[in-house]
């Protein structure tokens, strides 16, 4: 029960909705991404997060890693509606 209650896990999710109403980084605008785009920025993210950790900023990485793993959620995102579509391609 304390995961749903995560401080965490409602950054990431909160993070998730401004990237899509504040930033227009829709669904559709992510599928219109080439399919590495989204996890190549979650990297990006990752690394900054991984050299703030390094210097002891610990409120910048977290930062960044709430940032890489809310693009992270929309690449998972991207590929599960793409897997469907060809799959649903492939039924006869």
């Known amino acids: 029960a304390r995961l749903w209650n995560s401080p965490a896990l409602a950054d990431v999710l909160t993070m998730r909705c ?3 109403l504040r930033h ?9 991404l080439p399919l590495q ?5 979650a990297a ?3 690394h900054g997060a991984i050299e703030h950790a ?9 930062k960044y890693l709430v940032r890489a793993i ?6 998972l995102e991207r590929i599960d509606r793409q897997v469907a579509a060809e799959t ?4 006869p």
């Open 18 to 20: 401004q990237q899509i």
């Open 24 to 32: 227009g980084h829709t669904p559709a605008a992510d599928d219109a």
């Open 37 to 41: 785009t989204l996890p190549m920025l």
């Open 44 to 46: 990006a993210q990752l």
């Open 54 to 62: 390094q210097f002891n900023k610990p409120g910048n990485a977290r």
């Open 70 to 75: 809310a693009l992270g959620l929309a690449a």
């Open 88 to 91: 649903e391609q492939d039924r």
